[in-house]
Nanobody, 120 residues
Framework: QVQLVESGGGLVQAGGSLRLSCKAS????????MGWYRQAPGKERELVAVISDGASTSYADSVKGRFAISRDNAKNILYLHMNSLKPEDTAVYYC??????????????WGQGTQVTVSS
């Protein structure tokens, strides 16, 4: 069973920085893409950033220029570097990986989520 273990969330003051990590284990097939999502109380889950198999990246307009997604392919670790944090960034952040299978459709796997709280 594929597992995603997230770390790095916590409390930070506005203007500060955090780095989230997502360690993927038991990966036995090709990774199509990996991404970070977030969900604030009372709001729908939204895409924050995604990185493709070719290492191209895209970001939500609300975080572009402040966040950076990256990966360590050798260790199967996904990172989200968050700078200039704002109170509106407060949310539970989720890691997602999409795997390709030989005889099955692509499948999504999710981490457990990690809380990020930005104080003013």
């Amino acid at each position: 069973q594929v597992q995603l273990v997230e770390s790095g969330g916590g409390l930070v003051q506005a203007g500060g920085s955090l780095r989230l990590s997502c360690k993927a284990s038991q990966i036995t097939s090709r990774i199509n893409n990996m991404g970070w999502y977030r969900q604030a109380p009372g709001k729908e889950r939204e895409l924050v950033a995604v990185i493709s198999d070719g290492a191209s990246t895209s970001y939500a307009d609300s975080v572009k220029g402040r966040f950076a997604i990256s990966r360590d392919n050798a260790k199967n670790i996904l990172y989200l570097h968050m700078n200039s944090l704002k109170p509106e960034d407060t949310a539970v952040y989720y890691c997602k990986v999409q795997l390709d299978f030989l005889l099955e459709p692509a499948r999504d796997y999710w981490g457990q989520g990690t809380q990020v709280t930005v104080s003013s």
